[in-house]
């Protein structure tokens, strides 16, 4: 049982590029989301799914895109990356009503 | 928005008990309460979470109010490795979003 992996770890890319963080888990758990955190804040929600082909909007949604084709994977998409988005990611899931899994993070640099 | 509020920082003598407050006036009947800790930058780990009643498990108590608007996280013998940001949030027993807030920035101090 591996949990929730979050690849890559560490990601440095250049404004305006695209980049895709993957998210999987081998729990069966519907409930998967996607959280941000900056320096000394606390997480806040991009994006979340409540089943494969469902996906909405969290308090941080803007410049990112998300698709949930399996119960397994959610993958982030940054699709032109900008400064404003150099932070770490954590990948989280559940079961309905359960306690949230958290992956190790990924920790992205925009230059 | 999140719903709950807590106190930003809390300090702690190493050997002492830890009782974290959690704020949640608006609570609606299916909504369960959560703790989860964050360790350094670390992904956030579950501690414990209850309805109404009171629970216990290793890590950790929960203390619910009566009127469900308020509880307290209790860490019986705090060391330093529970030096940590300290998440309480609430979640309905239906599908929906979970929303963290600031939480408490513990220190235990030796």
């Known amino acids: 049982n591996a949990g929730v992996t979050q690849t890559p770890k560490f990601q440095v890319l250049k404004t305006g590029q695209s980049m895709t963080l993957q998210c999987a888990q081998d729990m069966n758990h519907e409930y998967m989301s996607w959280y941000r955190q900056d320096p000394g804040m606390g997480l806040r929600l991009i994006h979340y799914s409540v089943g494969a082909g469902i996906t909405d909007q969290g308090e941080v949604p803007n410049g990112y895109n998300v698709s949930r084709s399996t119960t397994e994977d959610f993958p982030l998409r940054l699709l032109s990356a900008a400064p404003s988005q150099t932070s770490v990611y954590f990948c989280?899931?559940?079961?309905?009503?359960?306690?949230?899994?958290f992956g190790e993070g990924s920790r992205l640099t925009v230059l | 928005d999140a719903k709950t509020t807590q106190p930003p920082s809390m300090d702690c003598a190493e050997g002492r008990a830890a009782n974290l407050p959690c704020n949640h006036s608006?609570?609606?009947?299916?909504?369960?309460v959560y703790w989860y800790r964050q360790i350094h930058s670390q992904g956030p780990q579950y501690i414990i979470h209850g309805l109404k009643n009171n629970e216990t498990n290793e890590m950790a108590s929960l203390i619910i109010t009566e009127d469900r608007k308020s509880s307290t996280l209790i860490l019986p013998h705090a060391t330093l490795r529970d030096t940590a940001v300290y998440y309480c949030i609430v979640r309905e027993t239906s599908y929906d979003k979970v929303i963290f807030g600031p939480g408490t920035s513990l220190s235990v101090i030796p």
């Open positions: 989280a899931s559940s079961y309905q009503t359960g306690e949230l899994f």
């Open positions: 608006t609570i609606s009947g299916n909504e369960y």
